[in-house]
């Protein structure tokens, strides 16, 4: 009997601490249930924001501040890339819309344009102000809009509506047309015209740009750009019609045309004044560093060390007038050269390639590295070969 009661009451000492133990572990599990409730909480409510966040309804669309009612038009809005358009959207979804504005992207034909996010909130309709920005990249979905341009039509008859970066608003009850008119229809036709006729009077009256005059000014022989100032020795007059076609000046200024062809022409169908490839610019400066060579290895044969008489007399002599426009391009002064016929051929090649470029994708070609080594090498060979010409 003795002995139990010393066994029960050196337990009984125990019983504090096991009470203490049971507390910790209780305040730990309610602890633990506590911020599992509120994480919980907090995820229904990210939830919650979620389900809001995509149930944005969008009732129409329309071009801002036109005129006519926010009703959904059958045939379309006409609409241009710059002009502003307001999606109007319910108003139980201010709020929200509000808190999200800048994840929202204007969505057309199923594709979302990253570019285009809302400028303003209009309160009162409610509905959000995009513009329809246009940027000439060649990954954006603006392409789709300007690659293999209609140049009949311009315009594309298309759906538009709202989204984030990932999803779209979809609504299969709801489709919000418009016409999206990439240019206006009779301004190409205008520019063409101009352009041909611009180009027609180059070939009239400017061929004396593909004409080194310079290299008979230097003995003093005036050049004469009248039918009645014939070719004489005696008064040291040469007409320009007989002076031969420089294969320098022609290629610096088919690449000028056709650079300001390319830019001018994206300009007035995108309205977008784009500015040309680093390598458009290169084969500028090739073909300007080329003429440019050419010019001082032929002036030192001129060099005033005859004069005009002279110079007029041996121009006559050994028949250095111009036969055609290739022939004295092709022509080194004794027959055809191979050096030469490689360059014409690269340039007049690149050229063609550059403005289908730019009439078929709206796009300033960029020329690969082995393609300007190319015409780099052509053009130091033909200034090479030019040292040894007669």
Not at 104 to 121: A, Q, V
Request: contains cysteine; proline residues 4%.
């Amino acid at each position: 009997m003795l002995f139990t009661t010393t066994i029960s009451m050196k337990y009984a000492r125990l019983i504090p601490y096991l009470i203490c133990l049971l507390g910790v572990f209780t305040g730990f599990t309610l602890q633990a249930k506590t911020a599992s409730d509120t994480t919980k909480t907090k995820v229904n409510s990210v939830k919650i924001d979620s389900n809001s966040h995509k149930g944005i309804r969008v009732i129409c669309i329309k071009k801002y501040r036109e005129d006519v009612g926010f009703e959904p038009n059958s045939e379309g809005i006409n609409l241009y890339p710059g002009d502003y358009i307001m999606v109007k959207i319910d108003r139980r979804d201010l709020d929200t819309v509000r808190r999200n504005m800048s994840r929202y992207r204007l969505w057309i034909d199923g594709i979302c344009f990253p570019n285009m996010s809302p400028h303003f909130i209009n309160e009162s309709e409610p509905a959000l102000i995009f513009q329809l920005e246009r940027d000439t990249a060649e990954s954006s979905p603006w392409q789709l809009m300007y690659s293999n341009p209609n140049y009949w039509s311009f315009h594309h008859r298309v759906n538009v509506n709202m989204g984030t970066l990932t999803r779209e608003y979809h609504n299969p009850d709801k489709k919000h047309q418009i016409i999206l008119y990439t240019s206006i229809w009779w301004v190409p036709w205008v520019f063409y015209t101009l352009f041909i006729l611009l180009l027609f009077l180059i070939i009239k009256y400017g061929r004396a740009f593909l004409k080194d005059t310079s290299l008979f000014s230097a003995n003093g022989v005036k050049i004469g750009y009248k039918a009645i100032d014939v070719t004489d020795a005696e008064k040291g007059v040469i007409n320009i019609k007989e002076i031969p076609y420089s294969l320098a000046r022609f290629q610096f200024l088919l690449w000028l045309i056709v650079i300001f062809f390319g830019i001018l022409h994206i300009w007035i169908i995108t309205d977008v004044l784009t500015s040309p490839t680093g390598s458009s610019l290169l084969l500028l400066g090739i073909s300007g560093g080329t003429f440019y060579l050419g010019k001082i290895i032929d002036t030192p044969a001129a060099g005033g060390t005859m004069t005009a008489t002279e110079a007029v007399t041996d121009f006559i002599t050994n028949n250095k007038q111009s036969k055609s426009l290739f022939f004295d391009m092709l022509n080194d002064g004794k027959s055809i050269s191979l050096h030469r016929l490689q360059l014409l051929l690269f340039t007049v090649f690149l050229s063609c390639y550059f403005v289908m470029e730019v009439v078929g994708t709206l796009i300033m070609p960029q020329f690969d590295q082995t393609m300007l080594a190319l015409m780099g090498i052509s053009s130091t060979m033909y200034a090479g070969v030019k040292t040894t010409e007669a």
